[in-house]
């Protein structure tokens, strides 16, 4: 099979750009002509095997992130939001998509914002009469979405605040453990560190100057929860400066990304990123051996690997999902090109959902896309007891998976034969844009392909798709 060429018009324009050059000087330090440049940046012609080594000499760039990036992303998203209803008299080719995608990202965002804002407005008319009794009836995007959009555009790693992290968590002294060297912290700017029996994972009191933890938590919830307040004490400025930059739409969409980038500093001071990634690859990505060296619990492990995305010393590309009871999905990254559905639950043939049926074993599945794509999934059902008789018990299920090829670096991929072409389930991303028309779990027919109803003939489904 002849190498894949590689359109990155859009990546190349972008790197030009931050670095302030013209075309004609990024194309002399390319070494490559004016008109060459512009047909690149324009995606008419591929990018060279000369242009990608002058991009890594010249300017040190992580040349993977050439083929990575936002394309795939998009290109799902734009799917699924086509598969919509209002768009029935419109079918636009998966080639056409992918040139949006590449060429046009900027718009394909405002497309899926806009579709976003059209969903939200669909959602409060059908509710209009409880609408009405409302003060506020105003329109506008739902802002756990905004943030949610915010963190898988960027590639859920964020530099800036991962490195503080590990520069804070290098600072404990020889033989501290990372609660205490957190703890003198807070003691440091004058405040108490008590646990407590309250039903509260974390209040803190700056009148006071008391930061309470509960003390039915488990020890990696108290010492995420401490990390967190840390990050809000130390990494204000920090954190305010990133959102300056996410400009989020609405100040609730401000307040709700903040707590997610308290949390992302909190995960990346328990597990720093270089001894993390050296500590996952030594142990062949074994979550229960990391969740014991580093004193934290399975999930916030298996989110830590998918944020190991870090230019010039990238991990193993991960995806990493949770998902409640009902199938919705709760938390959800890819770093792969699996992408999930932004509307609705998950595949029902994928093994997550099986995880509940068997709390506290791990699941192993080989999968492959509509697309062809082959993945290695791992998923295990996780309890988040209250502390009590009397308390509510939250159920999850997690998955982590990475595509195939990156298979034999978890330890986890041991015994399993990984060549055997019936070895592997068809998965999809959500029935309404799933391709297949074979699948015995199929839930709602898929919106781009036409039905053929025949009263005579009943197969598993009541209709045939062509």
Request: aromatic share 8%; with cysteine.
């Amino acid at each position: 099979m002849p190498p894949q060429k590689l359109y990155a018009g859009a990546k190349l324009r972008e790197t030009r750009l931050q670095l302030q050059l013209t075309q004609k000087d990024f194309a002399a330090k390319l070494g490559v002509s004016l008109p060459y440049l512009n047909q690149m940046e324009n995606n008419n012609r591929p990018l060279s095997t000369a242009v990608v080594l002058a991009l890594a000499r010249e300017f040190g760039m992580d040349v993977t992130e050439l083929s990575a990036g936002d394309s795939e992303r998009l290109v799902s998203d734009l799917r699924e939001a086509l598969a919509d209803p209002l768009f029935a008299s419109a079918n636009p080719a998966l080639p056409d998509l992918r040139l949006v995608g590449a060429n046009a990202p900027g718009f394909a965002r405002a497309f899926l914002d806009l579709h976003r804002a059209y969903r939200q407005a669909q959602e409060q008319l059908a509710s209009l009469d409880e609408a009405l009794g409302r003060e506020d009836t105003t329109l506008r995007l739902s802002p756990w979405e905004e943030v949610r959009d915010f963190f898988h555009y960027c590639d859920n790693y964020i530099d800036a605040v991962d490195r503080a992290a590990e520069h804070f968590a290098a600072r404990a002294k020889p033989g501290v453990d990372f609660m205490s060297h957190a703890a003198a912290t807070l003691n440091d700017r004058k405040i108490a560190l008590r646990f407590i029996a309250g039903e509260d994972l974390r209040r803190f009191d700056p009148a006071r100057g008391v930061l309470e933890l509960s003390a039915k938590a488990s020890r990696a919830t108290q010492a995420f929860q401490l990390a967190h307040q840390v990050a809000l004490l130390t990494q204000n400025d920090l954190l305010d400066a990133t959102l300056d930059l996410a400009r989020f739409q609405s100040p609730e969409a401000r307040a709700i990304a903040k707590i997610g980038l308290a949390n992302y500093f909190a995960g990346a001071a328990m597990m720093p990123y270089r001894q993390f990634l050296a500590a996952a690859q030594d142990t062949r990505h074994d979550l229960e051996t990391l969740a014991e060296r580093f004193g934290a619990s399975i999930e916030q492990v298996a989110h830590r690997l998918s944020t190991l995305q870090r230019p010039g010393a990238k991990g193993v590309p991960f995806f990493f999902v949770r998902v409640d009871q009902a199938g919705t999905i709760t938390k959800r990254h890819s770093a792969t090109r699996l992408q999930f559905a932004r509307f609705g639950g998950a595949c029902p043939l994928w093994n997550v959902h099986r995880a509940f049926e068997t709390p506290g074993r791990f699941l192993r599945q080989m999968a492959e896309t509509p697309d062809g794509m082959r993945y290695f999934c791992l998923a295990l059902a996780v309890t988040k007891g209250g502390g009590a008789f009397h308390a509510p018990v939250r159920r999850y299920a997690i998955g982590l998976g990475c595509e195939i090829n990156h298979a034999n670096a978890l330890v986890y991929a041991d015994g399993m034969d990984l060549g055997r072409e019936g070895g592997y389930d068809p998965i999809g991303i959500s029935c309404r844009i799933c391709e297949r028309d074979n699948c015995h779990q199929r839930s709602v027919p898929p919106l781009e392909r036409h039905l053929r109803i025949d009263p005579d003939h009943r197969k598993l489904l009541p209709y045939s798709i062509e």
